[in-house]
């Protein structure tokens, strides 16, 4: 069983930076990707940013050019620096890995961006 444990939510002002770590431990088979959805109430979960196990990465249309993913591959962690906030960048946000057993969510931490 994976488990990931998520840190670096908070609150922030509009215009602000934040950085979102996310470990990843336990019987952890071939990673194929670790990464960040985000959901906000009534919306669906969307994709941030995922790191594949290639190098390549996938981003969301709205955090492109403001946000970055890394990964550490020797540690299992992923990581998520985001720049330049938005109100609308306001939500849950969960950590996500991906194996060949499927895939396995962070429980989320909260990010509130204040205008």
């Known amino acids: 069983q994976v488990e990931l444990v998520e840190s670096g939510g908070g609150l922030v002002q509009a215009g602000g930076s934040l950085r979102l770590s996310c470990q990843a431990s336990g019987s952890i088979s071939r990673i194929e990707g670790m990464g960040w959805y985000r959901q906000t109430p009534g919306a669906q979960r969307e994709l941030v940013a995922v790191?594949?196990?290639?190098?390549?990465?996938n981003y969301g249309d709205s955090v492109k050019g403001r946000f970055t993913v890394s990964r550490d591959k020797t540690k299992n962690t992923v990581a998520l620096q985001m720049n330049d906030l938005k109100s609308e960048d306001s939500g849950v946000y969960f950590c996500?890995?991906?194996?060949?057993?499927?895939?396995?969510w962070g429980q989320g931490t909260q990010v509130t961006v204040s205008s």
């Open positions: 996500i890995i991906l194996t060949s057993r499927g895939p396995t």
């Open positions: 790191e594949l196990s290639g190098g390549g990465k």
